[in-house]
């Protein structure tokens, strides 16, 4: 059999490493005994990438493999299962929990790749797996066509209280600001106002990013002041990190909270990246934690979904939320790992650890809160667009108290179910990369609000 290469990456993550894993995925591949062709190194940029698939579309293939070696955004993985027939593969790798950054962050890209293609109707086969392990075995199942995503629905529900009612209810007439337009290729992302009126009857606003960026750049010098005083009490080494990029993060905090009273928000979704960075020069992590703890949920990468996710699940725990990716699944160990860049609410934070200021791992700008997650039961939530459909998605597990996994904020999970079956099943219902997490069990609750909203419900 002749297999088609696209190995995918970005040059914003760990390239000798990601240059390491691949060489290991190309001996391991060789050692099948199939016909390998296409590029033997990473495919950085969109150019590249089509440049390849036009190579391989006069190679006569039998099957096409996406080596997702980093985090990508899912557009060329969605644009390679447009232009070929053959059968699609997708090969994502693991890296090792050191406590440093996330070097690959290839779980994710396989995350956002698995919710596009199933939007787009899309069958592949799958495989999370180290290279350098006995995956012989595994890698021969997925060549073979043995290891397909498949299709997991939600089920209706019937299952009303009172307290479900009380979060319907307490959700009507509220509000989301959209500042900015999710990442192109972060389909996951996607939304309509409409849509979202009439399933929850909270509503949106869509600002420009312009608009954040220039109330910040207002703020006057005290309030700005008052903000870090308030960082002060839960991080400690603002000091060390740039003082001027410092401010500029300081001042979106007063800035998102201006525009809140303004028009009245109970929540934001956020292109934060790479504007805040790149245009503005803060990132707007930190104040997000700062919001996050006073119960004003902001969902990365205008993830307008996610921050309805966060509403419902605000509402249900009354509590904190933390909206995170799932970057990591260890079926030997038994676990999962919860990050992000470093926004969660500081009352996560296991108090056997400090809480340090920190600088995004990528684009070295402050303010990122760091600390690992506390011990102690978790329920995560998805309000879900899988294949296209409206769905809750609900899992549950138990936090660990282990050391912090990667920069930012980071937790160790063990889920109810055993990490191989839920990580099936994430990759089969077609879930996106943004999951909400609140301490405690509010599974009873949760249920009854999907039956209040007429909502399948999926307990993954």
Not at 88 to 93: E, G, K, Q, Y
Request: hydrophobic share 45%.
């Amino acid at each position: 059999m002749k297999i088609g290469l696209l190995p995918l990456g970005r040059p914003t993550f760990d390239v000798p490493f990601a240059e390491e894993k691949l060489s290991a995925m190309l001996a391991a591949l060789d050692a099948t005994g199939h016909e390998i062709v296409g590029p033997r190194e990473l495919l950085f940029d969109e150019a590249a990438t089509r440049a390849a698939m036009a190579g391989l579309a006069g190679a006569r293939i039998d099957q096409l493999l996406i080596l997702q070696v980093t985090f990508t955004d899912a557009s060329m993985a969605v644009a390679a299962a447009a232009g070929f027939d053959q059968p699609l593969s997708i090969w994502a790798v693991p890296e090792p929990r050191l406590g440093g950054r996330l070097r690959l962050n290839a779980f994710c890209g396989l995350n956002l790749a698995s919710h596009a293609l199933g939007l787009n109707g899309r069958a592949f086969s799958w495989l999370y797996a180290d290279p350098e392990g006995d995956i012989a075995g595994e890698l021969t199942a997925l060549l073979a066509g043995e290891r397909q995503a498949g299709r997991l629905d939600a089920l209706p529900v019937e299952a009303r209280s009172p307290d479900g009612a009380r979060v319907a209810d307490a959700l009507r007439g509220q509000k989301i600001a959209r500042i900015g337009e999710h990442p192109v290729g972060f389909d996951t992302c996607a939304y309509t106002p409409e849509a979202v009126q009439a399933l929850a009857g909270v509503s949106v606003d869509a600002l420009a990013l312009d608009d954040l960026f220039d109330t910040a750049r207002t703020v006057p010098a005290e309030a700005a002041a008052e903000v870090r005083r308030a960082a002060e009490a839960d991080v400690i080494g603002l000091d060390a990190v740039n003082q001027e990029e410092l401010d500029r993060s300081l001042r979106l905090k007063v800035a998102l909270e201006t525009i809140r009273a303004s028009g009245s928000y109970n929540a934001f979704a956020i292109r934060c990246w790479p504007e805040t960075f790149t245009q503005y020069g803060g990132a707007v992590c930190g104040p997000a934690a700062m919001l996050g703890e006073g119960q004003v949920p902001c969902a990365c990468e205008a993830d307008v979904y996610g921050a309805l996710t966060q509403l419902v699940l605000l509402e249900a725990a009354q509590a904190p939320v933390f909206l995170t990716d799932l970057v990591d699944m260890d079926a030997a160990d038994n676990t999962g790992v919860v990050w992000h860049c470093g926004q969660a609410p500081i009352s996560m934070r296991d108090d056997t650890a400090e809480a340090t200021a920190t600088v995004h791992t990528n684009r070295k700008q402050p303010l990122l809160y760091q600390f690992p997650l506390k011990p102690g039961p978790v329920t995560f939530l998805r309000i879900s667009q899988a294949f296209g459909a409206p769905k809750m998605i609900v899992s549950f597990g138990e936090m660990l108290r282990r050391p912090m996994a990667f920069t930012g904020t980071s937790g160790v999970v063990r889920f109810e179910r055993p990490a191989g079956a839920v990580l099936a099943d994430i990759i089969a219902c077609g879930l996106e990369h943004h999951m909400a997490l609140a301490y405690g069990d509010h599974r009873v609750t949760l249920r009854a609000v999907a039956a209040e909203l007429g909502l399948p419900l999926l307990e993954i």
